[in-house]
């Protein structure tokens, strides 16, 4: 799945080259039940396009679900009440009719309502994470009051945005004037634990558990807190009344 899939518009002639995943190849390759599989292929938004398992390019599934959500509102619809049907003949001329249907389901779920039509009920949180993404991408730092307005304005109507929605996704500067917000996700942190704690630590000299804990909680082994992990790595002092935690070794910025 090295090879996002961009759209249709995206495919290229000779792509047939690349190296592509069936579901046999992935469970020849990941040591893991058929249902876990299924599970982390859904957490991870994949699509099986084709035969083969492609993971969405973040800009195309952001495109996708801003057509939904930008329906939503135009029609007027509870969030909690988008008809499938009506979506995929909006949206069918702009976007594939599986892509959109595969978007209503990584952000929502799917039930038949009493006339036996299925819609979707849009995950409050999801969707608002992810307009937050989108927002974040486009400036390194932006003015914290500011991105929350403009959030706000940018999610469908009835949905409440809420910074504890972008935990592992956006950091808040709280000693900055004016407050700022920057995005860091998770996930494109280093996988090794001390080098995860490495990077922490370049970025921000002293932190505060709540605002760490997101960023370490998956290098956690089995009953393993965050506080134990910071214990061994990070060493902590009082700042203000309040703990804080800074790196045990010298850090490069």
Known sequence: MEYPYEGPEGEQEGEGAKEK??????????????????????????????????????????????HVTQLVDSESWSFSKVPLSVCLEELGP???PEMIEHCLNCYGRRYTNEAGEIHF??????????????????AVKFNLSEFQEVWQQSVPEGMLTSLDQLKGLALVDRNSRPETISLLRVED???????????????????????IAPYIKDLCGEKQTTGALLTKYARSSMQNGVKVYNSRRPVAT
């Open 94 to 96: 702009l976007e594939p």
């Open 189 to 211: 942190l280093p996988e090794e634990t001390q080098d995860r704690f490495n990077c922490l630590f370049s970025l921000r000299e002293k932190w505060t558990e709540a605002d």
């Open 21 to 66: 995943y069936t579901t046999e190849d992935l469970q020849d390759r990941i040591q893991a039940s058929t249902k876990e599989l299924f599970a982390q292929l859904q957490n991870i938004h994949a699509c099986n396009i084709g035969g083969y398992w492609r993971i969405l390019d973040s800009d195309y599934e952001i495109k996708l679900l801003g």
């Open 121 to 138: 009920s849009l995950n409050e949180d999801e969707v608002c994470r992810a307009t937050a993404q989108m927002l974040l991408q486009n």
